[in-house]
């Protein structure tokens, strides 16, 4: 049966409670047809298990069921070397390009996903396609769906068995390894912001809509059109919120280094969201395991702070400004939020003061 998402991978979460699994934006047929070398080849596993809503919107535990799913992985023959949480492969574009150069320098062959949701569990197996969207768009993908996880790992193991593939991974770990944040640093982490801002504009990326362009299933394009909706009112608060920015500045769309540089922005500004600890992690701060929460730094303006602590497991967004040539991250104070909105607000205030000072 074939399943006509759309094929834009760049979509990211669309709802901090219930993420959107990302194959949900691949066209790919259901199959049980198991990938091939799946029994003689490297696999990295992407899980996505629903998240802890309480003060905080938090990542929901995932060690007990990566545990089942893993001791079943070794009878079967997979050897799972990553297991990967999607909202850290998700975090933001670069982090999506740095998990996919470790995918390709540790030669994995095959991708599962394992989605857990209020109905039950997920389960996609498919040939790794060597870049950031996984999945090759229209392609044979095994899948099972079940709402308990050990009759569906019973029957993934009878679908691998059926295929009866020679076997070649006999050194598979016994425990799962899980991946961490890998570094989105280009070359130096500078805990400031660059005083040129004041005489340099700043360039700002807009939301990016879905393109709708081939699409002829109605319901896909009904929920194209909602998210589109949604992504130009998030537009607008971004322009909003940046008339608080006291330089110049200029909205635009994507564009890569070169585009940039032939466009003279010296200056970009960037976020990254997941897990405070992750986030840290991928902008190269020291994270010590004895910190069950981090102090953000909240502006009140024109020249007061305030502190806010956010467990190191809740969803944050923190903004950094990337110079282009150098390509030196800028930070300022850390100052993530659990909203894009409030992080955006907190980097302008903070960066405004830090300047002033400097006057």
């Given at each position: ?7 834009l991978f760049?979509v ?11 194959y ?6 259901k199959?049980?047809?198991?990938p ?5 080849q ?8 629903p998240?802890?809503?309480g003060?905080f919107?938090e ?7 990566l ?9 079967m023959?997979i ?5 990967l949480?999607e909202l850290?492969?998700?975090?933001s ?7 996919t150069?470790?995918?390709n320098?540790?030669?994995i062959k095959?991708?599962?996903f ?5 109905s039950g ?8 396609d060597?870049t950031?969207?996984?999945i090759?768009?229209g392609?044979d993908?095994?899948y099972l769906?079940?709402?308990?996880l050990?009759?569906l ?5 009878k679908e691998?068995?059926r295929?009866?593939q020679?076997l070649?991974?006999f050194?598979?770990?016994?425990k ?6 890998l ?9 400031n912001?660059p005083?040129?801002l ?11 809509p879905?393109d709708?362009l ?8 009904k929920?194209?059109q ?13 322009e909003?919120i940046?008339?608080k ?10 564009m ?11 200056f970009?500004l960037?976020s990254v ?6 986030v840290k ?11 069950t929460?981090?102090?953000s730094?909240i502006p009140v303006?024109p020249?007061q702070?305030?502190?806010?602590t956010?467990p190191r497991k809740?969803i944050v967004h923190?903004f950094?400004?990337r ?25 302008i205030?903070?960066l405004t003061?830090e ?5």
């Open positions: 049966m074939r399943i006509p998402f759309s094929t760049l990211l979460v669309a709802n901090l409670y219930a993420q959107t699994p990302i949900n934006y691949v066209s790919f047929n199959t049980l047809a198991v091939s070398e799946i029994n003689s490297r696999t990295a596993v992407i899980f996505s298990v998240n802890k809503v003060d919107v990542v929901g535990e995932h060690e007990k069921l545990s089942q799913v893993h001791k079943a992985f070794v009878t023959g050897d799972a070397i990553f297991y949480n850290n492969f998700t975090a574009y670069n982090a999506r390009n740095s998990y150069e470790l995918f320098s540790r030669r095959n991708v599962v394992i989605t857990q949701d209020e569990f997920e389960f996609l197996m498919a040939p790794y060597g950031s969207t996984l090759k768009d392609s993908v095994f769906r079940d709402g308990e050990y009759s790992l019973l029957n993934v193991g691998v068995r295929a009866d020679e070649y991974n050194l598979i770990p016994e799962p390894n899980y991946l961490q944040g570094s989105i640093v280009e070359n130096t982490l500078l805990k912001y005083g040129i004041r005489r340099s504009k700043l360039a700002v990326e807009r939301f990016t879905l709708s081939g699409i002829s299933d109605k319901d896909v394009l929920n194209i909602t998210y589109n909706r949604s992504i130009a009112q998030k537009n607008k608060e971004l909003k940046l008339e920015y006291p330089y110049e500045f200029e909205l635009i769309d994507p890569t280094d070169d585009e940039m540089k032939r466009k003279r922005y010296q970009l960037r969201s997941s897990s405070a600890d992750i992690q991928m902008l190269d701060y020291d994270v010590s395991p004895a910190e929460g981090f102090v730094v303006m020249d702070t305030r502190v806010k956010i809740a923190k950094y400004i110079q282009n040539i150098s390509k030196n991250v800028h930070v300022g104070e850390w100052d993530a939020d659990v909203t894009w909105q409030q992080a955006l607000n907190n980097m205030g903070n003061q300047l002033n000072i400097r006057n």
